[in-house]
């Protein structure tokens, strides 16, 4: 499961990352009094940001949601215990000021802020999230979402309105990075079955991030308001509107027309030509993603029961491999993306430097056509007179791709594959669709062009190859990407989510990946530049994550719309806000930090960050 300009940063802003890279856990954030954020909320009369998306919401319920579009949406709408900084993305007070955990790591105690509100005006408290904890840990519908998070609670609860108190099984290396939509108990506690509600009928949604949701139609918008009493302060467009495009041209000429703001994913082709046009700027940055050929392990349920038509010649290892070893990624790189990509292997892309791994030496699999015919041939799935690869059953290795309508890179990586496995006498029906989704999700197809937003934390993306994220049943859903299910994988899982010691989670995290390339279920081709562009004409500074060099679209955080500026009230903003903040470490150390912070700056997927 998709870039920003650099924000204005201070000396305090050094300052604090400094003491968070200390290995502090204790982190407080207030605002001085008399000079709230939320009082700088000017913005020209009838200002809007519209961005243009190609990707339908799967849910309007943080319980559900998957896609990066829903997800992205959710981290605007609602507050999370903690966020993450737009320059480093280090974790940084959300609705949690402060966290502490015990000594043997197994007890978290959050502070709750008491100046985050409800757009209904009730107060946000311990409670809320508490409840919200609950109900993924006790209804497993609940769960779908984001299940992996809350997997180890023991217990959660609120002892009073400021404090929340999460006790674990066993250590949990992502308290800091729990990338979980808090949502207000007093309108979800109403919610009957968690399967089926979608949350996209009564309008505005209550929530109390920096926007609120107003309106929302299927595959056409969903429109959002400033919330006017943020506690970090209210953004500076008028409406914030996501317009649904299914043609990724249509959405370029919009732009050129100045009926959106921003567009994501651009082709190099569509890029290039906005170079050159005025008013228009092109973000070109290392991305959060990765691009990869997904196989069908043989769809699977928890209790055992198979489902599905995948074809079973992808079963066989050697199968899956001859088919790697003829994808040539360099020319994918260099022919579909045209350089504005990486060529991939890993699993997790370079922008992630800790964990980034890759193959060396025998383990590599390069491009190697002529190995792939030795391969196939040496395991039986000999030419016929036709020149068709055919099993040992006698059935021909003809396979389908699920394709991405929506998405260009899918249709021309479809027809290079096409040519590089017919040449080993394999045939591929590249399917494209509208929504991919109800054929995955019935393990109804034998290939999937596969992709996913990384998070500064991994856990997550992680987590959807574990056993314990395929669905209960046949008939259920679950959170698996692919129905992959390997206990060395899942091992591995175990060890790095109690792993503290960041070098050490680092080493288990790589060690998933080698394993995960050594199942061969899945291949990563490439890992995409963040291709994106906006009207300066509407826009007059935004910020990117990272700040140097980031993306605007899919951030871990509110940071790029949130800090958008209209270019209408560019003189206004130039003044900045009076708003000051205080940092405390601990009750001794404090920061004064700057004109404007967290107003200049900032920051998923996630998880969450997902699709």
């Known amino acids: 499961m998709v870039t920003k300009a650099p924000p204005r940063r201070t000396s305090a802003h050094r300052a604090l990352r400094l003491l968070l890279a200390s290995g502090v856990t204790a982190v407080s954030l207030v605002a001085v009094p008399g000079t709230a954020a939320a009082e700088d909320d000017k913005s020209p009369a009838g200002s809007t940001l519209t961005v243009a998306v190609s990707q339908s919401i799967d849910s309007l319920s943080p319980f559900l949601a998957q ?255 001859a088919l790697f070893l003829a994808v040539d990624r360099k020319a994918i790189v260099d022919k579909v993306f045209q350089g504005h990509a990486v060529e991939g292997e890993g699993y997790i892309p370079p922008r992630f430097d800790s964990y980034f791994w890759k193959p060396e030496g025998a383990q590599k699999r390069a491009y190697d056509p002529a190995g792939a015919e030795k391969l196939l041939d040496a395991a039986g799935y000999r030419k016929n007179a036709a020149g068709k690869r055919v099993g040992k059953d006698g059935r021909p290795l003809d396979f389908r791709i699920l394709c991405h309508a929506t998405d260009p890179n899918d249709k021309a990586i479809g027809k290079y594959l096409q040519e590089w496995w017919g040449k080993l006498g394999i045939g591929l029906k590249v399917e494209c669709l509208d929504s991919v ?47 992959i299910c390997d206990k060395e994988f899942d091992t591995l899982y175990a060890q790095q989510a109690v792993e503290y010691d960041a070098a050490k989670r680092a080493v288990l995290v790589k060690r998933m990946q080698s394993r995960l390339y050594d199942t061969g279920y899945m291949n990563v081709m490439a890992y995409p530049n963040a291709l994106e562009a906006y009207r300066t004409d509407q826009i007059a500074s935004i910020t990117t994550m990272p700040e140097a060099a980031g993306n605007l679209w899919g951030q871990d955080g509110y940071w790029s719309w949130w800090s958008a500026v209209p270019a209408a009230s560019t003189a206004d903003s130039d003044g900045g806000s009076s708003t000051g903040v205080i940092v405390g470490i601990g009750a001794a150390v404090v920061v004064v930090v700057g004109v404007g ?11 969450d960050d997902r699709e």
């Open 597 to 607: 912070v967290f107003l200049g700056l900032r920051r998923r997927s996630t998880v």
């Open 67 to 321: 896609k990066l579009t829903s997800t992205s949406i959710h981290r605007l709408a609602y507050e999370y215990l903690t966020n993450y900084d737009a320059k480093d993305a280090r974790p940084i007070p959300g609705l949690a000021t402060a966290w502490t955990s015990s000594p043997d790591k197994l007890t978290w105690t959050y502070t709750i802020r008491k100046d985050s509100t409800w757009s209904d005006g009730k107060p946000a408290t311990a409670e809320d999230a508490a409840w919200t904890f609950n109900k993924m840990m006790t209804d497993p519908n609940a769960a779908t979402a984001n299940g992996s998070f809350t997997a180890n609670f023991a217990e959660v609860t609120a002892p009073d309105p400021q404090t929340l108190v999460i006790r674990l099984k066993k250590p949990q290396a992502t308290m800091t990075a729990l990338d979980v939509p808090i949502v207000p108990k007093h309108v979800w506690e109403k919610v009957g079955d968690f399967s089926k509600f979608n949350n996209d009928k009564q309008f505005p949604i209550v929530g109390n991030g920096p926007f609120v949701v107003t309106d929302y139609k299927v595959d056409q918008y969903i429109k959002l308001k400033p919330n006017k009493n943020f506690w970090r302060g209210a953004p500076k467009f008028d409406e914030l509107v996501f317009k649904y495009y299914k043609d990724g041209d249509a959405a370029v000429a919009a732009l050129q027309k100045g009926e959106v703001s921003f567009v994501p994913n651009l082709t190099p082709a569509q890029a290039a030509a906005l170079k050159t046009q005025k008013d228009i700027k092109v973000n070109d940055a290392p991305g959060r993603r990765f691009f990869a050929i997904a196989t069908n392990p043989g769809a699977r349920a928890r209790d055992g029961k198979t489902f599905g038509n995948g074809h079973k010649a992808l079963l066989d290892p050697a199968v899956r491999k």
């Open 437 to 483: 989704s109800d054929p995955w999700v019935k393990g109804d197809y034998d290939l999937a062009f596969d992709g996913w937003s990384v998070n500064p934390d991994p856990d997550y993306v992680l987590s959807i190859h574990t056993c314990g994220t395929l669905p209960a049943t046949p008939k259920d859903s679950g959170a698996t990407d692919n129905f």
